[in-house]
């Protein structure tokens, strides 16, 4: 398996415009974890999906933030509008949970570097 | 609610000395417990992991950590450092919801 696929590596964008990232997680996993690395706040769990369902959105930081997982294979988190201060590293990870288990290990992807200008 | 204490933010030391990162947790009930690498420009690596049995655990690169209950405490240790072990190290836990959170991260530097 490739891995965690993240897309774009890097987006740079203007102030107000929709940005979308995509991540296609590890098949067969059943977890997709989304979070947000800055130097300021470290990394963040955003949303937490499990068998495509969104299970924890606390962290997701106001309305402008959106994600979704149509399917096993894919999700987006969706920022509009951006703003300077969603400048930032986005991971994702997916794992594997067993019925009535806990997740064992997390695999991340490489991350999009997101600027906002 | 659940939280990772990474003590130290950044950790100096000359190679081949020994090193130990530190990290608690707090939790009423039974979690998993992981550490990871971050090197530069690049996403998370899993280390180790506590999941049951015997609270020593080995990992890849020569480390090891010691989950102790008593003092919720999982601190990583590695006996002799290499320079190619500079890199940004996170604690995680598991929660019985599912979701991973992680501490603030502890940047290991080493030395010539």
């Known amino acids: 398996d490739a891995g965690v696929i993240q897309s774009p590596r890097h987006e740079v964008t203007e102030m107000g415009q929709e940005v979308t990232l995509r991540c296609k997680p590890i098949s067969g996993h059943n977890s997709l974890f989304w979070y947000r690395q800055t130097m300021m706040r470290g990394l963040e769990l955003l949303i937490y999906f499990n068998n495509n369902v969104p299970i924890d959105d606390s962290g997701m930081p106001e309305d402008r933030f959106s994600a979704k997982m149509p399917n096993a294979s894919f999700s987006t988190?969706?920022?509009?509008?951006?703003e300077p201060r969603d400048s930032a590293v986005y991971f994702c990870a997916s794992s594997l949970a067993l019925t009535g288990k806990m997740n064992t290990e997390a695999f991340?992807?490489?991350?999009t570097r997101l600027t906002v200008v | 609610a659940q939280s990772v204490t990474q003590l130290d933010s950044q950790v100096p030391v000359f190679e081949e000395a020994p090193v130990e990162l530190r990290c608690n947790y707090s939790s009423s009930v039974s979690v998993y417990l992981f550490w990871y690498v971050q090197y530069p420009n690049q996403g998370l690596q899993l280390l180790l992991k506590y999941l049951s049995g015997s609270t020593l655990v080995k990992g890849i690169n020569g480390f090891e950590a010691e989950f102790n209950k008593s003092q919720t405490s999982f601190h990583l240790r590695k006996p002799s450092v290499h320079i190619s072990d500079t890199a940004e190290y996170f604690c995680a836990v598991t929660r019985r919801n599912n979701d991973m959170r992680f501490g603030a991260g502890t940047r290991l530097t080493v030395k010539p």
């Open chain 1, 77 to 82: 988190l969706k920022i509009q509008p951006s």
């Open chain 1, 108 to 111: 991340f992807g490489q991350g």
